[in-house]
């Protein structure tokens, strides 16, 4: 069962990080990109004053399937993680976070600027 929690996760995970990433591009799914991201930054930076900026209760939750799995060393960010994983190279932690406050702030920035133009047009 713990395997199947485990790739459920990454798939999950990495699902959300392409949606979260691409979502803004197509009009069907502008506001459903926005409210995700607002939802990612309510969650990195309000829940992240109790439990540490960039939390994210998926990644608690996949960190305690990996414990149980017997992954004992898990990175502070699910973004390395994934980037590792994916690579198979040893990121420095920083950098990805970095890199993923930039892109998170960009995408935001693409998806505020696509659905302000669509209420605009009135095809919001």
């Known amino acids: 069962m713990y395997e199947f929690l485990d790739t459920f996760f990454i798939v999950f995970h990495l699902l959300l990080v392409v949606f979260a990433l ?69 990121l420095g932690a920083k950098l990805v976070d970095h890199l993923t406050a930039i892109v998170f702030v960009l995408a935001l920035a693409a998806s505020i600027i696509v659905n302000t133009k669509d209420w605009k047009a009135g095809r919001a």
């Open 22 to 90: 691409s979502g803004w591009m197509w009009r069907r799914t502008r506001k459903a990109h926005l409210g995700l991201l607002l939802l990612i930054a309510f969650s990195w930076l309000v829940l992240g004053i109790w439990y540490g900026i960039g939390y994210c209760p998926f990644t608690e939750w996949h960190w305690q399937v990996r414990y149980r799995l017997g992954y004992y060393d898990m990175p502070n960010s699910y973004m390395k993680f994934l980037l590792d994983s994916i690579t198979g190279l040893n």
